[in-house]
């Protein structure tokens, strides 16, 4: 009941949807890419508990951020971030920014298994919690956390992508599609998936929505496109003012071997003209290394004070009107010009029909007043008159 009327609600929405996905890649329109290390910085990058034996990354490649962190098993969590500016908003006052951020978890090839005796170099596993004896622990999660008492900002929790809970209980790959908009006149968030198999048996379609929001304009939009491949997984979202945190669960082991993949789009609004400071921005995964250390098994990066502020921008420039053109014999403008017999009038404009329909295109057109054709009219009249005599 609950997917249909999210399909009722995407049917009156009518705009939800984007027109069109890039393949696999980020696009956006009426939204600036922020610069790496200038538009948006941050302090330090740290394993997320403190280990020496970690290997954690985060720097800046044009743009786009990297971030990630290894073991001595050869687990890994990467997570790639790109950060947006609108240039038009719905005037609120405050300036709305979108962080795209693009996450993986893969299993090593260097565990302890010991069913029989130690087994070195054995295949790492994804934290599946098929095995919930010993806990459940996320396969991968994404956390940022902000201090609103600053008074600068806060999470749009309401237009982060993902913004509530969802599970898919399906066998192969789900083809996602993501969208946050914000333009002069609307607003909103939209979260589609593909149809995927079910079955050797045959296929089963299941396109629609996972998650709707207002209106999606494409006009002003940033939007992305990406394949998932579990069984039966869920997510789990918190969101608050100072708080947005995706939980990702693998439910079965039947692809605890492979990576795991999401992406989220978190959503920042903060006073026009004013930087916002992300206090953490936390990447983790959790794997299982076999009857050694022990058994459960986290991985993660934390990135520390991440400010993102508002880039460089010169705003268009309104067109200058057309000074009014004055006669210089009588001192009057064209508008208002006095033909000598009291009647005063407003001119007329010679254009083609393109022109006279938008007026506003209409530039160039010649415009003449009834004075200046009674002149034009004699002149002609006089010269006429000579050449017969």
């Given at each position: ?21 890039s ?16 538009d948006?910085s ?47 908003s ?13 996450t ?23 934290w ?40 898919i ?20 968030a ?7 198999p079910i ?36 997510v ?21 071997t ?23 921005l ?54 208002h ?26 530039k ?12 034009m009219?004699m002149?002609a ?7 017969k005599?």
């Open positions: 009941m609950r997917f249909l009327s999210l399909l009722a609600a995407l049917a009156l929405t009518g705009t939800a949807h984007a027109d069109d996905f393949d696999s890649e980020t696009s956006y329109s009426g939204a600036s890419i922020l610069e790496g290390d200038w948006v941050f302090e330090t990058a740290t394993d997320i508990a403190g280990s020496e034996d970690r290997f954690p990354y985060a720097f800046f490649e044009g743009n786009t951020l990297y971030v990630g962190n290894s073991d001595q098993y050869d687990n890994t969590i990467d997570a790639i971030v790109e950060f947006f500016w609108f240039q038009s719905i005037d609120r006052g405050t300036d709305f920014y979108v962080a795209v951020i693009k993986r978890v893969t299993p090593g090839h260097n565990c302890f298994y010991a069913p029989w005796g130690w087994a070195d170099g054995a295949q790492c596993k994804l599946a919690d098929e095995w919930s004896d010993w806990g459940e622990h996320p396969v991968l999660s994404v956390e940022a956390l902000t201090d609103i008492e600053r008074e600068q900002g806060a999470f749009r929790w309401d237009w982060s992508v993902p913004f509530e809970s969802y599970g209980d399906a066998y192969g790959q789900v083809t996602f599609q993501n969208a946050y908009g914000i333009g002069s006149d609307s607003e909103g939209v979260m589609a998936h593909g149809q995927y079955n050797e048996d045959g296929e089963v379609e299941a396109e629609g929505n996972v998650q709707i929001k207002g209106y999606h304009s494409s006009e002003y939009s940033v939007q992305t496109q990406y394949e998932v491949t579990l069984y039966e997984w869920d789990f979202v918190d969101g608050r003012a100072d708080l947005m945190a995706w939980d990702m669960y693998l439910n079965l082991g039947a692809r605890e492979q990576s795991a993949y999401h992406e989220y789009f978190l959503s920042v609004q903060v006073e026009e003209g004013m930087p916002f400071m992300i206090d953490e936390n990447f983790m995964g959790n794997f299982d290394t076999g009857w050694y250390d022990p058994f459960h098994h986290e991985l993660g990066v934390t990135l520390t004070d991440l400010v993102i502020s508002q880039p460089f921008f010169i705003p268009a420039e309104e067109e200058e009107e057309e000074p009014v053109v004055t006669d210089s014999d009588t001192g009057d403008s064209q508008e010009e006095d033909t000598g017999d009291g009647d005063t009038s407003t001119p007329f404009e010679f254009a083609d029909d393109a022109a006279s329909a938008d007026p506003q295109s209409a160039g057109c010649m415009t003449v007043n009834r004075g200046s054709l009674y002149v009219f002149a009249l006089m010269v006429g008159f000579r050449r005599d």
